[in-house]
């Protein structure tokens, strides 16, 4: 059984730090685009960021570009989210997001991920 462990989450002050922790289990994801997708109440999924299989390429949405940090340990079949200076707008629930395509690219749409974490809640408070 394939499981995403997404974890990390809390509840932080306005200008904090967390890191975000995946690890995948049941199969390997050294192959896949790793990414991490929010939601917050009453709002559709939002992409946040993403990184290629290899490591070499990552985007990540304008509202947290130059905040926040996305990793890949493919050893530990895991990805990280390091996010600073955090905002209240950045509550949500996080989720990882694996896309197996095994192609050294990074995936921006959500739809496009075929597993998915159950969420970690994420709050910021001002």
């Known amino acids: 059984q394939v499981q995403l462990e997404d974890t990390g989450g809390g509840l932080v002050q306005a200008g904090g730090s967390l890191l975000l922790s995946c690890t995948a289990s049941?199969?390997?994801?050294?192959?896949?685009?790793r990414g991490w997708i929010r939601q917050a109440p009453g709002k559709e999924r939002e992409f946040v960021a993403a990184?290629?299989?290899?490591?070499?390429?990552?985007h990540y949405a304008d509202s947290v570009k130059g905040r926040w940090t996305i990793s890949r340990d493919n050893a530990k079949n895991t990805v990280y989210l390091q996010m600073n200076s955090l905002k209240p707008e950045d509550t949500a629930v996080y989720y990882c997001a694996a896309a197996p395509y095994f192609l050294d690219i990074v995936v921006r749409t959500t739809s496009q991920y075929n597993y998915w974490g159950h969420g970690t809640q994420v709050t910021v408070s001002p």
């Open positions: 990184i290629s299989p290899s490591g070499g390429s990552t």
């Open positions: 049941g199969r390997t994801f050294s192959r896949a685009c």
